[in-house]
């Protein structure tokens, strides 16, 4: 069950000013409030971004500490893409201050404060939340997609397809219960009823459910050890994101197919056809793609065809985003020296979001001081 919230001390409930009757409740579809009135601790609001995502914390709360590593990597993964993350507090300066320096790179994103708890008011009271961490994805058009705990499964990819404009929150919610009865059939080795609560799923849009294809085949391969059916359906994906000039499918599928640790057995060339129909999807002129191929190569052992994709991606991103891919091109450029693979960060991109279940449910604690 999502969003399960530990009622841990009811005076704070008690003491949280009441929505009034007439107030329109703020939900999903909605227009996003302003967030005029922060005062930023690091970092600063960024004009348009492609998503933006508002969660509410506070350094004395256990689960937003939890929360703070997987928000990072998100952001980290993604800000070179268009993602801003404003972490928002209501206590002073000198708590929160202390806090985000102490956490250094492992909270590398905006943080403010709140103190007279507009922003709150706007946001949390507006919509009825009374726990955190609790975040807002706001993505085109500065509407409200998705409001909610940060560690379910559905925020980052609320995020990721929200920044190519591909998440569809009705959509979502409608496909939630199908993937549920798709899950529990797979962990029962039912694979035919699985496969085809699946493909129930992705026909209802196969490019915003096109994560629930790769996820379709990670059990092929994984749960069913089905390597033949596996391989053949990740031939079929390719064509069918690449007909569909769909960059975003072919390079999560290349992602999967080539370095992605849940999967069991790799396949580098069929990634490479993967990463270069994304290229010619994307044109030669999308850092990304870039990115990726240059992940690709890597991964083959191709050294040096990956330093030089990795250095068109430098070249063509923003001037913002330069920095995002020269940790990857370093550790390329060591590979080459040594002549084998070394540690590699992350390629910039948006991590696996699926929405499959979390290993742990994720916890909220009431608004307000301990």
């Not at 798709?182 to 490019?207: C, H, M, Q, S």
């Not at 040594?338 to 991109?349: E, F, L, M, N």
């Amino acid at each position: 069950m999502r969003n399960i919230i530990i009622a841990c001390a009811t005076l704070t409930l008690l003491a949280l000013a009441p929505i009034p009757q007439d107030a329109p409740k703020l939900a999903v579809g909605a227009t996003a409030p302003s967030i005029d009135g922060l005062e930023f601790v690091q970092g600063e609001a960024v004009t348009n971004p492609k998503v933006r995502v508002v969660e509410f914390w506070a350094t004395w709360c256990g689960p937003c500490k939890v929360s703070i590593p997987h928000i990072n990597e998100l952001y980290q993964a993604q800000h070179a893409n268009g993602l801003e993350v404003i972490g928002v507090s209501d206590e002073t300066r000198a708590k929160v201050e202390p806090f985000v320096r102490k956490q250094g790179s492992q909270m590398s994103y905006t943080v403010a404060l709140d103190p007279e708890k507009k922003i709150n008011s706007a946001y949390m009271q507006a919509a009825g939340q009374i726990g955190i961490p609790c975040a807002f994805v706001i993505g085109q058009n500065n509407k409200i997609v998705y409001i909610g705990h940060p560690m379910d499964p559905e925020f980052a990819r609320a995020v990721k397809l929200s920044l190519t404009g591909r998440y569809d929150p009705v959509l979502s919610k409608k496909a939630a219960p199908i993937l549920d009865a798709a899950r529990n059939a797979i962990n029962a080795k039912n694979f035919k009823d699985g496969y085809r609560r699946f493909d129930e799923v992705i026909a209802l849009d196969p490019t915003v459910f096109s994560d629930v294809s790769i996820e379709k085949y990670r059990v092929m391969l994984n749960d069913e050890k089905n390597t033949v059916g596996a391989k053949n359906y990740a031939k079929e994906l390719t064509t069918a994101f690449a007909a569909a000039g769909d960059a975003t499918a072919l390079h999560d599928l290349a992602l999967t197919l080539s370095s992605d640790p849940r999967v069991s057995i790799y396949d580098n060339d069929l990634a490479l056809v993967a990463a270069e129909a994304m290229l010619k999807s994307a044109s030669s002129g999308d850092p990304s793609a870039n990115s990726t191929i240059a992940s690709v190569f890597y991964a083959r052992g191709e050294f040096a065809k990956a330093v030089e994709a990795q250095k068109k991606a430098m070249r063509l991103a923003s001037p913002s985003a330069k920095s995002s891919y020269k940790p990857t091109l370093d550790a390329y450029e060591l590979a080459v020296k040594r002549g084998t693979k070394v540690a590699v960060p992350a390629v910039t991109s948006a991590p696996s979001a699926t929405g499959e279940k979390p290993t742990t449910v994720p916890v909220t604690v009431p608004v307000g001081t301990p």
